[in-house]
């Protein structure tokens, strides 16, 4: 199997941030427990609120005025809730899975999600479809669901994303093959740049029989109403 795409974003080794304690999100399995406990640290909020009221301040607005007083804590909080999957694995999500006996497809269509652009930090959302063929085990589809929050919840392409997730149906329930198949709207595209409202883009990924049968992946198209 080729090496997962799960890590949060491939690093290169000079990229790798000297102070690990700064990071919004924890790293470890024992911290990852906490965090979902506890929800993010607060110093680190209130450490990321005073920068955001630097940019404002740089943006040449008044991070006083009585409009902007609470936005700092507001963009922090938001910024922790968007990027809150950042170091959640396939393993954290995937849970309870089921014995069961399945000769056909399952398919989830039509999963909303929000993510974050990882080359503007602004929003790209839209829908994404997802099947496997189960080998031994199944899992329950909320599940499924999961796991899309999980790969959008961080900073992303959508490339990757679409990718992560049929390698975390792989490595967890080892199907005879996953697909997914993700349509979103970028705002980096519509809102600035060449500034095209309504442009869509259409990523997938497949693996095993999913990527070598071309009918399976008919059906699969059907399946979703394409
Ligand atoms: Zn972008």
């Known amino acids: 199997m080729?090496?997962?795409t799960w890590s949060a974003s491939p690093r290169s080794a000079s990229a790798e941030p000297a102070e690990d304690a700064r990071q919004l999100s924890p790293r470890s399995?024992?911290?990852r427990v906490d965090a979902v406990q506890s929800g993010p640290d607060p110093e680190r909020l209130a450490e990321v609120a005073q920068h955001v009221r630097?940019?404002?301040s740089l943006l040449g607005e008044d991070p006083a005025r009585p409009g902007l007083l609470d936005t700092p804590n507001r963009v922090a909080k938001m910024f922790a809730e968007m990027l809150s999957g950042m170091h959640v694995q396939p393993e954290d999500v995937l849970t309870t899975t089921f014995e069961e006996r399945s000769d056909g497809p399952v398919v989830v269509s039509n999963i909303t999600f929000y993510s974050l652009c990882e080359h503007h930090m602004v929003p790209f959302f839209g829908t994404a479809h997802v099947a496997y063929l189960p080998g031994e085990r199944i899992v329950?589809?909320?599940k499924i669901a999961r796991l899309v929050d999980a790969v959008s919840h961080r900073l992303?392409?959508?490339e990757r994303m679409t990718q992560q997730i049929v390698d975390g149906i792989d490595e967890i329930l080892k199907p005879h093959g996953a697909i997914a198949l993700v349509e979103a709207q970028h705002t980096c595209m519509?809102?600035?740049g060449v500034r095209k409202p309504g442009s869509s883009t259409t990523t997938l990924a497949s693996t095993g029989e999913y990527r070598d049968n071309y009918a399976l992946r008919?059906?699969?198209?059907r399946m979703i109403g394409r």
């Open 29 to 31: 399995e024992s911290e």
């Open 218 to 221: 008919q059906e699969f198209l």
């Open 190 to 192: 519509c809102a600035r």
């Open 140 to 142: 329950g589809l909320s």
């Open 156 to 158: 992303q392409v959508q």
């Open 2 to 4: 080729p090496e997962s």
């Open 54 to 56: 630097e940019i404002l």
